[in-house]
Every structure is written in structure tokens, then in C-alpha cells.
């Protein structure tokens, strides 16, 4: 993957790339999780959670919500020492957590271009859901 | 023989890096070799009629070939010397070799907030010019290189260890210079900082210790990045 990667060479690498793998696996397990329990205890009448992955790198993180709002924030990709396998590795990484997200919904006012951006996102999405991705069963 | 600390210790109670370059960083003349360069500056003391001693004309460390130009007090022979010098260094660095674990150590470093500078008998344009390379220039406030035609500013002499101390705002006894020669040690000693010998070869541990070092270690593996928070 061109990213996360090696720093000193910028190139991919298996110990870099199942470090990323297990902060997703960590993430969408989490939000399996959620929704199954929100199903169990009966707090929505239907609960389901499906996931697909895709294999580009991760540059941003977008989320729609029942098709009608959008939070888009940008992934800056910053360099950090990680320990794998009990060495230090210095690698570029793409870096969500204090990204700013931006809102959008279709409810917005009419002169702006917010209903646009949020087709285009949901088109996005839907391109990559039934092209490139794959299962991840967890 | 053992030096009076361990790694842990001298970094808790130090702040700000220093770092000698070629080593520590990189080894410079891992594909140009040193003597080639040694033997390109006595090309141009022959070429200026300079007769080498023997000492000299069998020394495969171009910093000697440099030290002695600047007996001969022709100031003018000496810069020339210097910057046949850099030129070589210049494409050295482009085939430099990355010691293992300093790129982790530097952003390590960095990321806790601990100031960094290089103090260096090598160039500083070849210095930058690694760095640059490297994508490491952001995390280096300052680069301290060789004062030019000047070998006995160099270290040992303690100036630009001083330098460097002064670039990073630091007071010299909260700083700690990581070097792999024993003039890095004697340097940091008359500049007042701590220092960390480098022993990346069989010998240096011993020889560093008994330069002085507060401390020994023998790769970066084990420096980065918890001890240095």
C-alpha cells in the first residue's frame, strides 16, 4: 500500500501494513459491536451492520448518515515512531484523529451547494461499495 | 569498563540532541570511500608543489590530509583543500548509508518536544543536502558543520558543540551530544554537555568511555522512542 508506509524509503511494508490492519479491525469491530447491542437491547427495531474494504489507501474519512447528511475530514499524513515487533519504526501515517469534519445535508440552505455535495458523496460511496471493495467479515 | 550512566539516565535528564553526523546519522563514505577522498586532497597539494610526509601520503582519513594542509600556513592551499573537500562530500552523501534506527530516533525526538541539531565535521551543505534527501530537515533546528579552512575549529574544539547549544536556546548542561569518536566525547566535555558514545565498532566502547562519555550504547534500537520522552 502506498500508505500508511516506511518512512526512510517510502516504500510498503508487511509490518507496517497489519499494524494498519489491526486499527481496522479494532474500529469497525467496535462499530459492529454498537450497532448489534443497539439491536439487542431493542433500542431499534432492526440492526444491521455490514463492512467492505477496499485497498486504496486512506486519505480521508467520509461519513453519510441515512443518505441525507455528510462529514467529510482530510487524513494529513504525518511521520511518527511505531514499535513493531519490538523495534522502533519510524513511518508515514495517515493521521484521522484531529481532523475537522465538515458538514453537509441535503436540509441546507437552497444557494448552497450542500444537496450537490452530498449526491456526489453518496455516488462516491456507492462507486467504491460495489466495485473495488470486498467483505470484512469480522 | 563501564561509564558512569546508563542511556536512560543521561536522556531524563537532558533535553535538547545534538548529533555528530557521519555515524550517528549516516555513513558518508559508504560507496565514495574515505581514502578515495583523502587521495583526491593530496592531488591538490601535489598540484600546488606541496611535499606529504610519509604519515600523510599513507592516511586513508581526508580529514588528516586537511589538518596537516593548515601547517603549512597557506591559508589559501587550506580553503582549496576544504572545498575539494566539500565537493567530495557533496556526492558522497547522495550514496551515504542510513544507520539503522537514527531516522527513528530523530522523529522520536521530535515528537517529544526535544529541540535537535547536528554538530559535524563534515560540510554543512552535504549535511543539508542528506537531510534534504531524507525528507529530515523539518525536525533539525540547526546544522552545525565544518567551519571552513578551519580544522582547528573543529572538534575537539569545543565552539561548535557551543554553537550548536546556543542555536537550540539551551543551557549546555541540559544537552546531550551523541557522537561515535572520542573528539565528539573531549568536545562535549569543554563544551559542558552530556554525551552519549556511539560504539558502533569493536573497541569504541572502551575507547569512549575512557574519553569521558556518561554513557554508552552500542545501536539506536533501544533508544527510540520510549526513553526519550
Known amino acids: 500500500m502506498a500508505l500508511p508506509c516506511l518512512a526512510e524509503t517510502q516504500a510498503d511494508d508487511l509490518g507496517v501494513r497489519q499494524r494498519a490492519e489491526r486499527i481496522t479491525r479494532r474500529h469497525t469491530d467496535a462499530i459492529v459491536e454498537a450497532v448489534r447491542e443497539l439491536g439487542d437491547l431493542g433500542l431499534v427495531k432492526n440492526a444491521k451492520a455490514e463492512v467492505r474494504v477496499h485497498r486504496a489507501a486512506p486519505l480521508f474519512k467520509l461519513y453519510i448518515l441515512n443518505g441525507e447528511e455528510v462529514f467529510f475530514g482530510f487524513y494529513p499524513v504525518v511521520e511518527h515512531t511505531v514499535t513493531i515487533d519490538g523495534k522502533p519504526v519510524a513511518i508515514y501515517d495517515p493521521m484521522g484523529k484531529d481532523a475537522i469534519l465538515f458538514h453537509r445535508a441535503l436540509s441546507d440552505d437552497e444557494t448552497s451547494d450542500a444537496a450537490q455535495y452530498v449526491q456526489q458523496a453518496r455516488t462516491w460511496f456507492d462507486s467504491m461499495w460495489s466495485t473495488i471493495a470486498r467483505d470484512y467479515t469480522p | 569498563?563501564?561509564?558512569?550512566?546508563?542511556?536512560?539516565?543521561?536522556?531524563?535528564?537532558?533535553?535538547?540532541?545534538?548529533?555528530?553526523?557521519?555515524?550517528?546519522?549516516?555513513?558518508?563514505?559508504?560507496?565514495?570511500?574515505?581514502?578515495?577522498?583523502?587521495?583526491?586532497?593530496?592531488?591538490?597539494?601535489?598540484?600546488?608543489?606541496?611535499?606529504?610526509?610519509?604519515?600523510?601520503?599513507?592516511?586513508?582519513?581526508?580529514?588528516?590530509?586537511?589538518?596537516?594542509?593548515?601547517?603549512?600556513?597557506?591559508?589559501?592551499?587550506?580553503?582549496?583543500?576544504?572545498?575539494?573537500?566539500?565537493?567530495?562530500?557533496?556526492?558522497?552523501?547522495?550514496?551515504?548509508?542510513?544507520?539503522?534506527?537514527?531516522?527513528?530516533?530523530?522523529?522520536?525526538?521530535?515528537?517529544?518536544?526535544?529541540?535537535?541539531?547536528?554538530?559535524?565535521?563534515?560540510?554543512?551543505?552535504?549535511?543539508?543536502?542528506?537531510?534534504?534527501?531524507?525528507?529530515?530537515?523539518?525536525?533539525?533546528?540547526?546544522?552545525?558543520?565544518?567551519?571552513?579552512?578551519?580544522?582547528?575549529?573543529?572538534?575537539?574544539?569545543?565552539?561548535?558543540?557551543r554553537h550548536a547549544v546556543h542555536a537550540v536556546h539551551a543551557d549546555p548542561a541540559t544537552g546531550v551530544l551523541i557522537g561515535d569518536s572520542t573528539t565528539d566525547i573531549e568536545a562535549a566535555r569543554a563544551a559542558g554537555t552530556r554525551s552519549i558514545g556511539y560504539a558502533n565498532k569493536p573497541g569504541k566502547r572502551d575507547r569512549l568511555t575512557n574519553a569521558g562519555a556518561d554513557a554508552i550504547t552500542e545501536g539506536f534500537n533501544g533508544m527510540a522512542p520510549s526513553h526519550l520522552r
Open chain 2, 1 to 161: 569498563m563501564n561509564p558512569p550512566y546508563t542511556v536512560a539516565q543521561v536522556l531524563a535528564d537532558t533535553g535538547p540532541i545534538l548529533l555528530d553526523f557521519d555515524g550517528p546519522i549516516c555513513a558518508v563514505f559508504a560507496t565514495l570511500p574515505d581514502h578515495a577522498v583523502a587521495e583526491q586532497l593530496r592531488h591538490v597539494l601535489r598540484a600546488h608543489h606541496v611535499e606529504i610526509p610519509h604519515h600523510v601520503q599513507t592516511a586513508s582519513d581526508p580529514f588528516d590530509v586537511l589538518r596537516f594542509t593548515a601547517t603549512l600556513g597557506t591559508p589559501q592551499l587550506t580553503a582549496r583543500v576544504d572545498d575539494q573537500m566539500r565537493a567530495a562530500e557533496l556526492v558522497a552523501v547522495d550514496g551515504a548509508t542510513p544507520t539503522p534506527y537514527a531516522r527513528e530516533v530523530i522523529v522520536a525526538a521530535h515528537e517529544a518536544g526535544r529541540p535537535l541539531a547536528i554538530v559535524s565535521n563534515n560540510s554543512t551543505d552535504a549535511i543539508a543536502r542528506y537531510l534534504d534527501a531524507h525528507r529530515l530537515t523539518r525536525y533539525l533546528t540547526a546544522i552545525i558543520g565544518r567551519p571552513h579552512a578551519n580544522p582547528a575549529g573543529m572538534k575537539p574544539d569545543p565552539e561548535p558543540v
